[in-house]
Every structure is written in C-alpha cells, then in structure tokens.
C-alpha cells in the first residue's frame, strides 16, 4: 500500500486498514508490512520466489564424475553433467 507524496501512509497505518479491512484472516504487524515493502522496492513485486535447491548427488555419481574429470580434465562440468545423467538413466 504504496502512496504518493504526502498521502503514503505510514505502516502502522497499513496494519491498522488491513485490521479493519480483513478482520477474519491472522492480524499482520509492521515487521511484516516492513519486509513486504522492502521485497516491492527491491524487486518491484510480492510474489513468492522459489528458493534454489541444491541438486542431491549420491556417492556412487559422484565417484563416477571425478573419474571420469580424471581420464579427461579439460571436460566441460555441463558435458559431465548430461554424461552422468545418460549412464544413471541406461539400464
């Protein structure tokens, strides 16, 4: 609840209209009303980003990847990559 100029209202201001605009969903404070203006400046929306995951490699490709960076170091870690993921999907 961006204003412009004199009229931006304040935080506690925002808690107090969603308060009395929502008084059926959970009370918001003005730490969250701060970290949600915070998100907008910096970004220029709300939404949810999704977290980046780091990808789960068991021992055995792990094993398989460093020998095969071994044989051969000059290989691309993208080519290595989809190497593995050729050998793991062969029966």
């Known amino acids: 609840m961006i204003g412009y100029g004199d009229r931006a209202p304040t935080q506690c201001e925002v808690v107090r209209l969603f308060r009395e605009t929502h008084p059926d969903l959970p009370p918001l ?3 969250t009303i701060s970290k949600i203006e915070a998100q ?3 970004m220029g929306h709300v939404r949810k980003v999704p977290s980046k995951r780091q990808a789960v490699v068991d021992d055995d490709t792990k094993l398989n990847l460093l020998l095969a960076l071994e044989e051969n170091p ?5 080519q290595l ?3 593995s993921i050729v050998r793991d999907s062969e029966p």
């Not at 000059?74 to 993208?78: K, S």
């Open 74 to 78: 000059i290989t691309p870690a993208r």
């Open 29 to 31: 404070n003005q730490g």
């Open 81 to 83: 990559a989809r190497d």
């Open 40 to 42: 907008y400046r910096e």
